[in-house]
């Protein structure tokens, strides 16, 4: 579950990280008053006003811009509020903004330039331990700088048993080339980050830009945060940050059926049970000349019940034209997912698509003598082979 930046920066903040200060607004007139009160606890005289939707590169899409008034606030804010904001990290059409963050301006003149910073905290999962990866270039792509100056990548892995050690919070300070309150400021942004990564049981953080302002402050400019769902029920408080508004509506309902749904952009709709068939259909259809609309997998249950939220899941998407239903009877029999997906068909009344049906494993021989004898317009198969033909015959 990802957070929007206002809260990922709320949750850093209370485990001692310091942030780039902001309120939350929903529309310009809360802006500016957000605006207000932050010049009241803060002193700022500008403000930056954030698009809070969940995607990165908000500043290439305008989706981030600078207020020197308050008349300036309440004119941008009412821009961003509403706006599809287009990103490199949206699709085309863009996200809806219904919220902007009014944030302290931390980019002042001071003594010496400001500087970003790249810091994100993840699993290595080759090795199973967490690591800091942080690199002098901040504020830009980093995979561009990966692909272009990798060497300005570091890494520092920390041991699970002892945390994150005082030497090593040093060393991300030294090799970020910082001295001084700076480099004091960094140990203990750095020790305060990893915290809240392992206590709150996050997935990923990545602050980009972290930033040294001119007076030598260290804080988090920008928060991306994802929770790792697994372990969400230990953070009840942090679950209930979610905003369903920035999920695919479809994706929501189907994981509130407990059917493990991803919505894609093909024409062939899928009905997997298990995560690696359900990857092996993707390829037999790609094989079959079609495109996947969906990676579907429907569980270990694949009862009437399970079946027919499948299929009505499945056919809210109207890019499906042919259904591929591939499931292997293990632990259930084929003969049941069969008669579940017939039961499913007729509670169903109209299905307008073409379904194609492979079952294979405990009763197969059963299962396909259901299917062929319903009458509904079904077609069975027990081979791959015979399934992508199948579906390479009613794509044509
Ligand atoms: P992203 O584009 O979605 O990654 O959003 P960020 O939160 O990283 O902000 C994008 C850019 O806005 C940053 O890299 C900064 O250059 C700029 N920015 C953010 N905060 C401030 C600020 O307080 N003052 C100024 N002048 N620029 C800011
Ligand atoms: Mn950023």
Request: glycine residues 8%.
């Given at each position: 579950m990802n957070l929007h930046e206002y809260q990922g920066k709320e949750l850093l903040s209370s485990f001692g990280v310091r942030i780039q200060r902001g309120i939350v607004a929903q529309n310009a007139d809360e802006a500016v008053?957000?605006?207000k009160k932050l010049t009241e606890d803060t002193g700022t005289g500008?403000?930056?006003?954030k698009a809070q939707v969940?995607?990165?590169?908000?500043?290439?899409?305008g989706g981030v811009k600078l207020a020197k008034s308050l008349d300036d606030v309440k004119t941008i804010a009412g821009q961003i509020i509403g706006m599809d904001l287009v990103t490199p990290q949206t699709s085309a059409e863009g996200?809806?903004?219904h919220q902007v963050l009014v944030a302290e301006d931390v980019y002042y003149p001071g003594d010496s330039e400001p500087e970003e910073y790249y810091m994100s905290v993840l699993l290595n999962r080759a090795n199973g331990r967490n690591m800091i990866m942080y690199s002098t270039e901040g504020g830009m792509?980093?995979?561009?700088?990966?692909?272009?100056?990798?060497?300005?990548?570091f890494t520092e892995e920390i041991d699970p048993a002892t945390g994150i050690l005082p030497f090593q919070a040093?060393?991300?300070?030294?090799n970020l080339g910082l001295s001084g309150a700076a480099f004091k400021g960094m140990t203990k942004f750095v020790t305060s980050l990893y915290t809240a990564y392992v206590k709150s049981d996050s997935s990923l953080f990545e602050i980009n830009p972290v930033l040294k302002t001119s007076d030598d402050k260290i804080m988090a400019v920008d928060a991306k945060v994802s929770l790792d769902d697994n372990a969400l029920f230990r953070h009840k408080d942090l679950a209930e940050l979610r905003d369903l508004r920035e999920e695919n509506p479809i994706e929501v309902e189907a994981g509130e059926m407990g059917l493990n749904y991803v919505d894609l952009d093909g024409n062939v709709g899928c009905m997997v049970n298990g995560a690696g068939l359900a990857m092996a259909t993707m390829d037999l259809i790609k094989q079959a000349g079609g495109e996947p609309a969906n990676f579907l997998d429907v569980g270990g249950t694949a009862?009437?019940?399970?079946?027919?939220?499948?299929?009505k899941i499945i056919l809210k998407d109207p890019a499906v034209k042919a259904i591929l239903i591939n499931i292997f009877g293990g632990i259930v029999r084929c003969d049941r997912v069969a008669q579940g997906v017939i039961d499913a068909y007729k509670n169903m009344g109209t299905i307008n698509v073409p379904i194609i049906v492979r079952l294979q494993g405990t009763n197969a021989d059963i299962a396909k003598k259901l299917i062929d004898n319903s009458g509904l317009d079904v077609l069975s198969a027990t081979e791959f082979q015979e399934?992508?033909?199948?579906?390479?015959?009613?794509?044509s």
């Open positions: 008053e957000a605006a500008w403000h930056v006003i969940h995607a990165g590169g908000r500043g290439k899409g996200k809806r903004v792509d980093i995979e561009t700088v990966a692909e272009e100056t990798p060497h300005l990548i040093r060393k991300v300070a030294f009862d009437a019940a399970r079946v027919e939220a499948a299929f399934a992508a033909d199948k579906v390479q015959a009613v794509l």
